[in-house]
């Protein structure tokens, strides 16, 4: 931990060394937001909306209770494994300790062990089925979600240490992406990049810009092009698809298609980030007007989903309930975001100091997954809370760390661009470094 006279940095610290210490009380294996729904009495309800709201309210009351009745056993998330590499690699950003670099590459050697056998390239999937209407995806099937995030933590080991092994790993994982991940066709000729191998027809914007970012990341690394040139329809599509406010559905529907309609007319909070965030990468890879100026009014957007306070609003015109995960992207997306977007620092800032008294056990530390306005879900998803927020955590101190004043108060209003001198330059030699090793 390094010294501050910043009480926001220093309570930052604070609790991403409480998160480390968890992780290496209990480890990664636990309970998870959605493997309740793998039971067959929950499966059975999935596909009837007012039976799955029902008894996805009946497992947040009594969220423990409910998979102890079950027999739900405890899993290990490769999601959890590959943010918790992204975390330390971070971390390792600001202290070039050699522990950062080896808990990094623990998560990273467990994930390379757990991969996804009999496909082309590398892959990993959720150790629990999941049902919708018109979607089943069994336990341990290939999702791009959390193939794209292992992707982003071997692609960061890379860059950082150079070393054959992780440039091997990114390519391999590309090969998955580019041979074995289905892409959609939408009646209008758009193309989307699948949610999973199998059995999931939906076509998810953050998801589809998760595998697009992976891929522009790719490109530029080796210099090919194939990569991008794969990748660019598919950005299009999700870019075609911001609302006139800013904002992006949770994913596209059209008629014929055998998932909810409802479901992909959502605009949550958390979704929101991760778009932004895929985005904004992109534009550092080759920046244009059009592209910022997609980032600037989603993050316009964005940025009502939060009251004064750094409260969380779950989605667009519903407070409640307040998601953990909604928490930590409040943190990672405008970090990141405060680069070009200053405001965005603020923020992060406020969630970070909300979430911190509002969502976690005051005594042990351990995090809640839901508040609601007269009751609070009291269960610690290692995956779905505790991974994203150290992840999250890592990111802001990584960009704030040596930040010396207080933010003193949420000024939102004043959400503007603002290049980074450094930015066109930055990525022009990064560029040409790459290509030559």
């Not at 080991?157 to 590309?174: D, R």
């Not at 697009?212 to 660019?232: C, D, F, P, V, W």
């Not at 910022?292 to 316009?300: M, P, S, T, V």
Request: a neutral charge.
């Amino acid at each position: 931990m390094k010294e501050t006279n910043n009480p926001d940095v220093a309570l930052a610290w604070e609790w991403i060394e409480e998160l480390d210490a968890w992780v290496e009380m209990h480890g990664l294996c636990g309970y998870d937001r959605f493997d309740v729904k793998d039971h067959p009495l929950f499966r059975s309800l999935q596909t009837v909306r007012i039976l799955r709201k029902l008894s996805s309210g009946y497992s947040e009351l009594f969220p423990k209770l409910t998979r102890w009745l079950l027999r739900v056993k405890k899993t290990e998330n490769p999601k959890a494994h590959a943010l918790m590499a992204l975390g330390y690699l971070r971390l390792h950003k600001i202290e070039p300790e050699q522990r950062h670099l080896e808990q990094a590459e623990k998560h990273l050697l467990w994930l390379r062990s757990q991969r996804v056998a009999n496909i082309d390239g590398w892959a990993w999937g959720y150790p629990f089925a999941y049902t919708g209407k018109g979607v089943h995806v069994p336990a341990n099937t290939p999702v791009s979600v959390v193939t794209a995030i292992a992707g982003q933590a071997f692609l960061s080991a890379y860059q950082i240490t150079q070393e054959e092994q992780y440039l091997s790993a990114i390519l391999q994982i590309a090969e998955f992406f580019t041979e074995e991940l289905p892409r959609w066709t939408t009646k209008k000729g758009e193309l989307c990049f699948g949610y999973a191998l199998k059995g999931d027809p939906r076509k998810v914007h953050n998801a589809n810009l998760l595998v697009t970012e992976y891929l522009y990341h790719l490109s530029n690394i080796t210099g090919e092009k194939k990569y991008k040139e794969m990748a660019q329809p598919a950005l299009e599509f999700s870019l075609k698809a911001q609302n006139e406010n800013g904002s992006w559905y949770y994913g596209y529907w059209e008629e014929g298609d055998p998932s909810e309609k409802e479901l992909h007319k959502i605009i949550d909070n958390h979704h929101t980030g991760f778009v932004l965030r895929s985005i904004y990468e992109i534009y550092k890879l080759e920046p244009n007007e059009m592209l910022k100026e997609k980032i600037l009014k989603g993050f316009q957007y964005y940025a009502t989903l939060f009251d004064e306070f750094g409260q969380p609003h779950f989605a667009e015109n519903k407070k409640w309930p307040v998601d953990i995960h909604a928490c930590a992207e409040g943190i990672l997306c405008p970090s990141i975001l405060a680069e070009v977007i200053p405001a965005a620092h603020v923020l992060a800032v406020f969630v970070l100091r909300w979430a911190w008294f509002n969502m976690r056990n005051l005594k042990t530390g351990e995090l809640y997954y839901r508040r609601y306005p007269f009751f609070v879900s009291k269960i610690t998803f290692p995956r779905w809370g505790v991974a994203w927020m150290f992840r999250a955590i890592a990111e802001y101190l990584s960009r704030f760390y040596e930040v010396k004043e207080r933010v003193e108060r949420l000024k939102m209003q004043a959400i503007r661009w603002m290049e980074p001198a450094t930015l066109a330059g930055d990525i022009s030699q990064s560029n040409s470094t790459e290509k030559t090793q």
